[in-house]
Structures are given as structure tokens and as C-alpha cells.
């Protein structure tokens, strides 16, 4: 079954850095567009960044780009957030989705404060 789980979250001050990881399993990662969202208190879950299988094209939100960058690592069927320059603003939980067939997974909370 297809499974996804975050990792990497935590608390962080303004300005610093936090890598988020989501590690894969249970279909043929390669070929899919995968995503990161996240939902802060009181607010509606929102993407963040995607990134397309195979040829590996990316989007962002306006609020992280040039900040944030998604990657993926196909032979370890995971894919990564790099989040620089952190600002209170981005605290949220973050989660992984398959972009099709709408699989997420557990989330993982960020916090950026001093």
C-alpha cells in the first residue's frame, strides 16, 4: 500500500534552515509528481512546492520561492523541502502528497521562532 512519512520538522529561529524528507513506498515513485502542503493554525492546507516525475519540473508558491527548494531522490524514493531563510510565517504542520490518487502523509510541524 502506498505509504509516505515525513520526517525532518522541528523548531527553528527566523533566518535559520530545516531540510523536511519524505520517504516513499509501496508504488513506482519515479513516475509520479509528488508535493509538499501546509496547513497552520486556523488556516487552510496550502501547496507549497511540487515537483513532476521523470523530468523533475518544479513550481512554487509565491510566498517560498526563492527560499524553498523541492527536490527528489528517485533511487531512494524520496523527496525533499530545503527551507532557507525561515521566517515566523511559515510555521505550519507539512505533508507529502502523491498527486494522484490523493495520498498524504502524517505531516510534520515546523516552527520558526525565536
Known amino acids: 500500500q502506498v505509504q509516505l512519512v515525513e520526517s525532518g520538522g522541528g523548531l527553528v529561529q527566523p533566518g535559520g534552515s530545516l531540510r523536511l524528507s519524505c520517504a516513499a513506498s509501496?508504488?513506482?515513485?519515479?513516475?509520479?509528481?509528488m508535493s509538499w502542503y501546509r496547513q497552520a493554525p486556523g488556516k487552510e492546507r496550502e501547496l507549497v512546492a511540487t515537483i513532476h516525475g521523470l523530468g523533475g519540473s518544479t513550481n512554487y508558491a509565491d510566498s517560498v520561492k526563492g527560499r524553498f527548494t523541492i527536490s527528489r531522490d528517485n533511487a531512494k524514493n524520496t523527496v525533499y523541502l530545503q527551507m532557507n531563510s525561515l521566517k515566523p510565517e511559515d510555521t505550519a504542520v507539512y505533508y507529502c502528497?502523491?498527486?494522484?490518487?490523493?495520498?498524504w502523509g502524517q505531516g510534520t510541524q515546523v516552527t520558526v521562532s525565536s
Open positions: 502528497y502523491r498527486n494522484s490518487g490523493g495520498y
Open positions: 509501496g508504488f513506482t515513485f519515479s513516475i509520479y509528481a
